[in-house]
């Protein structure tokens, strides 16, 4: 079984475009919370996941788009958080991705992180629209025109190409996905399962079970 640093922070991959990553972190900031653990926002391109491992997002199937958003509906309500679709979706994540890396907005990201979820997947607002972007982060009392000219800078572009490569190479395929130390959980419903190892519950490895798991069936007669 792995050994995880029990100083280890949890990092939090995610992309404005993923209703589940609106309801996840609504969840990973209180829970982090409650285990003294540090949050490491870390904003990505949901689109370079995609393309590198050849999947689809749920809004390209139709059908299922319309079950997630319908899903994630019911679960908002089941948590008592306010839930309602952006005026567009999808949409270029692109600007809001930026927004919300650490370059961008230094020791205002959680609050520019909370505005936009907030803006986007609370109010209906349009996440890929710039000027509305600068609006909702002045109405939240943010510098709305500081913070754009931050997004725009090498380093914070730089910043969201790193996170995206750095969460393909750790294997991730999807958002939210969360980190503590080496263990990787994706999902909203991964929340109770972050909250068993933090803890104590040990770490699993795949390669302390792969013996144990079925080998494929040969499909030759």
Known sequence: M????????????????????????????????????????????????????????PAETPAK?????????????????????????????????????NAASGDDQRAVIDCLWQFGWQQGGDLGDASSLKSALDDAGLSGAKLLEGAGTPDAKQELRNNSETAIERGVFGVPTMFHGESMFWGFDQLDLLDAELCGEPALRLEDLVERLPRGASASR
Not at 7 to 17: N, V
Not at 72 to 81: D, E, F, H, N
């Open 2 to 57: 792995a050994h995880t640093d029990p100083s280890a922070p949890i990092e939090f991959y995610f992309d404005f475009l993923s209703p589940y990553a609106f309801l996840a972190w609504h969840g990973v900031g209180p829970l982090c919370a409650r285990h003294g653990r540090q949050l490491e926002p870390k904003p990505l391109l949901l689109a370079a996941l995609l393309n590198h491992w050849g999947t689809k997002g």
């Open 65 to 101: 788009a319309r079950f997630v958003f319908l899903d994630c509906a019911r679960r908002a309500r089941s948590l008592g958080i306010e839930f309602r679709c952006p005026l567009y979706h999808p949409f270029n994540p692109l600007l809001a991705c930026r927004l919300a890396t």
